[in-house]
């Protein structure tokens, strides 16, 4: 098993920076690709930013494109999301996971708990 715990998340006015730390713990063997995901209310969960923890090679969505940049700490098992020019319409709950793709739809093997990022106007 791998256990995800996201942190960083909070309250942020719009225009600010934020950023998220996932740090992995357990059988991390398998975990090739790391990848964020966020979900607003009322919406489905969507891709925000992946990595290959291996090559380093990343893949976001266009929504975050520029402004959110997505990078790995190998030696602490770390992945980080750190968000740029943030928007109201960026507010939702994030959450890391893991597994040995990296894909941009939620078909990953492992989930973190979530951690809330609001962005005000």
């Known amino acids: 098993q791998v256990q995800l715990v996201e942190s960083g998340g909070g309250l942020v006015q719009a225009g600010g920076s934020l950023k998220l730390s996932c740090a992995a713990s357990g059988r991390t063997g398998g975990t090739y690709a790391m990848g964020w995901f966020r979900q607003a209310p009322g919406k489905e969960r969507e891709f925000v930013a992946g990595i290959k923890r291996s090559t380093g090679s990343t893949a976001y969505a266009d929504s975050v494109k520029g402004r959110f940049t997505i990078s790995r700490d190998n030696a602490k098992n770390t992945v980080y999301l750190q968000m740029s020019s943030l928007r109201p319409a960026d507010t939702a709950v994030y959450y890391c996971?893991?597994?040995?793709?990296?894909?941009?739809?939620?078909?990953?093997?492992?989930w973190g708990q979530g951690t809330q990022v609001t962005v005000s106007s």
């Open positions: 996971a893991a597994g040995p793709l990296l894909i941009r739809t939620a078909a990953y093997d492992y």
